[in-house]
């Protein structure tokens, strides 16, 4: 197989594209380097495109690299033939190169096994024959031997069926039929372990579904069940159909051994095959659910980690909490701590809400404080209803936003946090945590392990590998896309810098207290274990402020800076004017010149040149000012009582799933708009119309304060209440969707989203 060609093919793009792109793989590029700086060599790829060839290439490799041991093993026993040389080389997944390799491995004792011992498979290959004149009962009786324990003609046919089901399990073509039938025509069922048992999974106590129309969702919630001991799942399929599709290729003639042939194929399909291929179909859902839902996790924490930082702000964070208090933190604009305390402004034992408000004040007036972050965890409520009511008591202008604290607990008792503030203790720790992650998302969540970060569904059901490596890429590329500024950044940012591992980073932190701020991007050549090769990736994501060259504070990568001096005199401009600003107009008169005409007379690439103009352009910028700044709030804190139906509010994006997104309004509980009521057009799935971050107006549909439940439409018309934006099924595939209750299930989604 001619891996690149396949690629190519597969990924719609040009043969140079991927070899260019494969051969800066193999010489070690990160993804975010190859996607920002080898632009002419790879077609401008994004490093979303970047990551799944790279993902693509290494199964190839891996699926060529089996192929090459089975092969390798088949000639070992003597067994290779063209035809079987020939299926291999036209196999294109691992499952259908171990369908092949089947009938060659070595196996464990079984039926069949001990029947070749015993000497019956001359009797198993006479019955396959099916010749008419062979009568298999006399046929048998010569196989009668009492010290094998084949006392009768009868026990010597069923030895012989046994190697003739067991050959028929092993043949890999009916395999790939069965399974192809199993995948269209099969059906996924569960049941209730225990009918009368209450749980979150009722939704699946009498469900079935065709499989190809089994929302991923739905399988990791029924792997769930069945893993707490709710469900029982299984895959039916009709057995006429499938018995058809073995009967056909192995029942040669209507005579007594062709019968005995086709009692063997029936025991081979539902003894040794199907229970196989129903293994096969459950696992093949729940991995392409888990990388389905992987996806989403990642999307979600991408646009979590891009949102926009609260600039120039000094904020107090708070920790809420019932008995311990709720803990308290304010830092500066650089993120330094300037204040820590605990309040009692919750129902507890200690609770003084005069005293709370009287250090809350007197922190906010002392360090001019202009935002209050409040983490959405326990007592969250009672400590923004104490917020809002304070501010309304003070003269200042400060406003407040409740953000996630998924994953603060685990950030403050590690030893990253134990390095950065030793002094303090772990709900202190946390208090700071909340009050960064508002100030500057990305760099205080690079921090937090990505899948505690808690934007997803079923994360903790996922192949944690898998998702550690996804999860993984996604903070890179949002680290790299941002840069990082080299005298701020912790390791642990530092850390995710193409080119910079751990230690590395660790190395440059270390340099910068020894030897003071770097002067510029050069001097990183000094640190310990930083060579020319990690030089080469890392230098363009990191950024020198006030420093000797303003191509340091920039995007531009050091091997472009004579490229960059030359377009900014051609241009009229100098190094001095990106210091002061930006060469403001650069752009307008590079279009002037022609971008074709310097891009040749510079030697570099028109991709590489249109980056270069805007970063001269706005030197320093941040892709993240861009986006709308977060929803702060000043007003009344609601409860879930004051809502009723038909008011509109607007809120913040928290979590998307698979069947809708969850929305902050501003009561304690996030709000679900369901995917048939994000917009009135079809969309397969909301991330098509909404993004973590974003801030939405919804509509109250339904508020169930039994349940802490809210329903939330973002169709701000009448077709709301009709929910009529859902498509219709076609006619030919109406059916009847048995056990499936969306009200059901989107209670379970609460109740599994809020654990």
Do not use: W
């Not at 197989?1 to 792109?21: C, G, P, S, Y």
């Not at 080119?499 to 660790?506: D, E, L, M, P, R």
């Amino acid at each position: 197989m001619d891996i690149n060609k396949t690629l190519a093919k597969e990924f719609n793009l040009r043969q140079e594209q991927v070899d260019n792109t494969v051969a800066l793989i193999d010489d070690d590029k990160t993804i975010p380097f190859i996607a920002r700086y080898r632009k002419e060599l790879t077609g401008s790829l994004d490093d979303q495109i970047l990551r799944e060839l790279y993902d693509r290439l290494v199964y190839l490799r891996n699926l060529e690299k089996r192929k090459e041991e089975v092969t390798n093993a088949i000639t070992e026993q003597e067994k290779m033939t063209p035809e079987i040389e020939a299926a291999i080389s036209a196999a294109s997944t691992l499952v259908e190169v171990e369908d092949i390799y089947r009938p060659f491995k070595p196996k464990r004792r079984t039926r069949a096994s001990i029947a070749r011992e015993n000497g019956l498979e001359p009797l198993a290959v006479l019955i396959m024959a099916q010749d008419n004149s062979t009568d298999p009962e006399k046929e048998a009786a010569a196989f009668i031997d009492e010290e094998k324990k084949i006392n009768d003609a009868q026990t010597a046919l069923q030895g012989a069926m046994d190697i003739i089901a067991e050959d028929i399990s092993d043949d890999a073509d009916v395999r790939k039929k069965l399974r192809a039938l199993a995948g269209e025509k099969g059906e996924l069922v569960s049941k209730a372990s225990d009918p009368e048992a209450d749980s979150v999974y009722q939704t699946y106590y009498d469900y079935s579904e065709p499989i190809p129309k089994v929302a991923n969702h739905r399988v990791l919630a029924i792997d769930r069940g069945e893993k707490e001991g709710f469900l029982k799942a299984s895959v039916i399929l009709d057995e006429t159909a499938a018995t058809d599709i073995i009967f056909g290729k192995y029942i040669k003639n209507n005579n007594a051994c062709g019968e005995l042939v086709r009692t063997a194929a029936a025991d081979s399909y539902k003894r040794l095959i199907f229970p196989s291929i129903e293994r096969e179909i459950r696992s093949e859902m729940t991995a392409k659910a888990a990388e389905e839902s992987i996806k989403v996790f990642a999307s979600n924490l991408r646009q979590l980690l891009l949102q926009p930082p609260l600039k120039n702000s000094v904020i107090l964070g708070l920790d809420p909490g019932y008995r311990t208090g709720c803990k308290v933190a304010v830092i500066d604009s650089t993120g330094k701590v300037l204040d820590t305390n605990v309040i009692y402004c919750t129902p507890g034992p200690k609770t003084n809400i005069e005293a709370s408000k009287r250090i809350i004040k007197d922190l906010i007036a002392k360090h001019n404080v202009t935002t209050i972050s409040i983490g959405n965890g326990t007592a969250s409520r009672e400590t923004e209803a104490f917020t809002a009511e304070l501010l309304k008591e003070i003269p200042q202008k400060v406003s407040y936003m409740v953000v996630s604290e998924a994953g603060a607990s685990v950030y403050s008792a590690s030893k990253l946090a134990a390095e950065e503030f030793p002094d303090y203790d772990v709900s202190l720790r946390s208090a700071v945590s909340i009050a960064r992650r508002l100030q500057d998302p990305l760099a205080e969540l690079v921090k937090i392990e990505p899948k505690a970060i808690g934007v997803g569904q079923y994360q903790h059901d996922m192949p944690q590998a898998r998702m550690s490596e996804a999860l993984g890429g996604v903070v890179e590329d949002c680290v790299n896309s941002v840069g990082v500024d080299l005298n701020t950044a912790s390791y642990s940012l530092l850390s995710y810098i193409s080119g910079i591992n751990a230690a590395v980073a660790k190395n440059i932190v270390a340099y910068r207290e020894e030897n003071g701020k770097f002067t510029d991007r050069k001097e990183l050549m000094k640190v310990p274990k930083l060579g020319k090769k990690a030089f080469e990736q890392c230098a363009g994501f990191l950024r020198v402020r006030d420093g000797k060259n303003p191509l340091d504070n920039t995007a531009v990568h050091p091997e472009s800076y004579d490229a960059a001096s030359s377009l900014l005199s051609e241009c009229g401009f100098t190094l001095a004017d990106v210091a002061e600003g930006g060469a403001s107009g650069i752009t307008e008169k590079a279009k002037e010149l022609g971008i074709d005409n310097i891009s040749s007379s510079l030697g570099i690439g028109v991709p590489t040149l249109t980056d270069i103009i805007s970063e001269l352009n706005k030197p320093g910028r941040d892709l993240r000012d861009e986006l709308p700044p977060p929803l702060l709030r000043s007003g009344d804190v609601m409860e879930i009582k004051d809502l009723k139906p038909g008011m509109e509010l607007v809120g913040t994006v928290r979590n998307i799933i698979d069947f809708g997104a969850f929305v902050d309004i501003g009561v304690h509980e996030d709000g679900l708009v369901h995917i048939s009521q994000i917009c009135s057009r079809y969309i397969k799935h909301p991330l098509e119309a909404v993004k973590v971050g974003q801030v939405v107006k919804v509509r109250v549909l339904e508020a169930d304060v039994k349940r802490n439940r809210i329903s939330l439409t973002m169709i701000l018309d009448d077709k709301a209440e009709k929910k009529e934006n859902r498509p219709r099924p076609k006619k030919k595939e109406k059916r009847e969707n048995k056990g499936f209750d969306p009200t059901k299930l989107h209670n379970s989604a609460f109740k599994i989203k809020q654990k």
